[in-house]
C-alpha cells in the first residue's frame, strides 16, 4: 500500500538553529514528492517539489530537501530557523495518475 | 499568481441543512479537488474532477457530492449535513500535464464548517 509517514508530530526549535523535518514514503513507483506549508488559517502553499531530476530539491525562503531512494526518504531542512517558519508541514507523494497521498503533518514550533 | 478563491471563510450550519460550498480557480486547471482537513488526521480527499461534469470519488466521499458545470468552479455539497462533518474543508486545483508528470496542487484558503 502507498503510504506518506512523517515521523514527527511536531518539533520545536530555536531561532537560528537547523531544521529537520522527516518524510517517508511506501510506493511501488517512483514517487514525485512535494512539501507543503500551512500557516494558522490559511490554505497549503508549496515549498518545493521532487520530480526525478536533482536529487537535492531547492524551495523557497531558505528551505531544501533531499530524495534518497535507498531510504525512501524527502527530508525537508533549513539551515536557521525563523520565527515565520513556525506552521504545518505536510510531505505529499504522488504515486500515479490519480492518487496524491499526504502526510499526517508536521506542526513547527520555533522558540525565540 | 494562480487564485483559488472560496464562498465563505467560516460557516455554521444546522443538522440536517443543506450546505453548499463554492470554489473557484482563474487559471485554467482541468483538476480540482474538495479536501477535509481534521487534526491527527491530515488531508482527506472527498471528491476531485479532472474535467467539466466529470467527477471521481476520492477516499471519504459518504455524505458529500460535488458538481462543475463551469471548468472554473467546483462545488461541494453536503445533502444533510451531520455534526461529524465539522471539519476545515479546502479547495484545490491543478494543472494536468499528463501521465505520471509531477503536478503541485494550489490550495484555496479554506472553509471552516461547524454543523450543530
Known amino acids: 500500500a502507498q503510504s506518506v509517514t512523517q515521523l514527527d508530530s511536531h518539533v520545536s526549535v530555536s531561532e537560528g538553529t537547523p531544521v529537520l523535518l522527516r518524510c517517508n514514503y511506501s510506493?511501488?513507483?517512483?514517487?514525485?514528492l512535494f512539501w507543503y506549508v500551512q500557516h494558522p488559517n490559511k490554505g497549503l502553499q508549496l515549498l518545493l517539489k521532487?520530480?526525478?531530476?536533482?536529487?537535492l530539491v531547492k524551495g523557497i525562503n531558505g528551505f531544501e530537501a533531499e530524495f534518497k531512494k535507498s531510504e525512501t526518504s524527502f527530508h525537508l531542512t533549513k539551515p536557521s530557523a525563523h520565527m515565520s517558519d513556525a506552521a504545518e508541514y505536510f510531505c505529499v507523494a504522488k504515486t500515479s495518475y490519480d492518487k496524491v497521498i499526504f502526510g499526517p503533518g508536521t506542526s513547527l514550533s520555533v522558540i525565540p | 499568481d494562480v487564485k483559488v478563491t472560496q464562498s465563505s471563510r467560516y460557516l455554521v450550519k444546522r443538522t440536517g441543512e443543506k450546505v453548499f460550498l463554492e470554489c473557484v480557480q482563474d487559471m485554467d486547471h482541468e483538476n480540482m479537488f474538495w479536501y477535509r482537513q481534521d487534526p491527527g488526521l491530515g488531508l482527506r480527499l472527498i471528491y476531485f474532477?479532472?474535467?467539466?461534469?466529470?467527477?471521481e470519488k476520492g477516499d471519504i466521499p459518504e455524505g458529500y457530492s460535488v458538481s462543475r458545470e463551469k471548468k472554473e468552479r467546483f462545488s461541494l455539497i453536503l445533502e444533510s449535513a451531520s455534526t461529524n462533518q465539522t471539519s476545515m474543508y479546502l479547495c484545490?486545483?491543478?494543472?494536468?500535464?499528463?501521465?505520471?508528470?509531477?503536478?503541485?496542487?494550489?490550495f484555496g484558503p479554506g472553509t471552516r464548517l461547524t454543523v450543530t
Open positions: 474532477s479532472y474535467d467539466v461534469k466529470m467527477k
Open positions: 510506493s511501488s513507483y517512483s514517487p514525485s
Open positions: 521532487y520530480t526525478s531530476a536533482a536529487t
Open positions: 484545490a486545483s491543478s494543472l494536468q500535464i499528463g501521465g505520471l508528470a509531477s503536478y503541485e496542487q494550489y
